[in-house]
């Protein structure tokens, strides 16, 4: 198996390494202090594709491999922990759960948008008692018509104050839930109108 990075992953390497020197580099220990949000940073990346690195164009994506994204990673890393830790969520989590699962609908309503850069996505699965342990989490989602009502609570949510919508999972299979079987859990498209209440922690190291 040959290692080796291709020309394309190259010119991605390049890419992302001026950029998160030229863009990110100068401000970062300023942003850190004052623990600023930068969104105009997201659409900068956005612009170059990072957003999308392996969303299919079809979606408004790049169209580009998983080796590419781990390139953007690594090299955003370099510069600024958040920015990778934000493309891991916004991307790696929420964008390609929904090129995988989503409906057509939903992929032309937010799966373009977010490779675009013009929604910022959040993933939504850790709870104050359960985080690598999925089955453990206690938020419900209960059927009233055509509607679901989700209650619950989230901890540790990265992007969770800043994100136009997240992706919320919740139990909707109860007796399921008491047999910790993880297929009676659902995952909801959650917009922050629909009543999603957020908060900030203040004093993260970075992320």
């Known amino acids: 198996m040959d290692f080796a990075l291709n020309k394309e992953h190259e010119m ?14 100068p401000v970062i220990a300023k942003n850190d202090e004052m623990q600023y ?4 940073i997201l659409k900068k990346m956005a ?12 979606y408004g994506g790049a169209g580009m491999d998983y080796v590419s994204l781990g390139i953007v990673c690594e090299e955003l890393e370099a510069v ?8 891991s969520v916004h991307t790696g989590l929420n964008s390609l759960t929904m090129l995988t699962w ?13 490779a675009r850069g013009e929604r910022i996505a959040a ?9 690598s342990d999925v089955v453990g989490i206690q938020s419900t989602a209960v059927k009233q018509g055509d509607s679901y009502i989700l209650n619950g609570e989230k901890m540790w949510i990265s992007l969770a104050d800043v994100a136009d919508h997240h992706l919320i999972y919740a139990w909707t299979d109860l007796d399921k839930k008491k047999r910790r079987d993880h297929s009676g859990m659902s995952c909801f498209i959650v917009e922050r109108e629909m009543g999603l209440q957020t908060g900030t922690i203040h004093g993260k190291l970075g992320i």
């Open 80 to 87: 600024d922990t958040s920015l990778r830790v934000i493309l």
């Open 47 to 58: 612009q170059l594709g990072f957003l999308g690195i392996c969303i299919p164009q079809a």
């Open 37 to 40: 949000f930068d969104r105009d």
């Open 102 to 114: 989503a409906t057509e609908e939903q992929k032309q309503k937010y799966l373009i948008p977010q």
């Open 123 to 131: 993933f939504g699965l850790t709870e104050p008692n359960a985080g």
């Open 12 to 25: 991605v390497t390049s890419t992302v390494r001026s950029f998160a020197q030229r863009e990110v580099a």
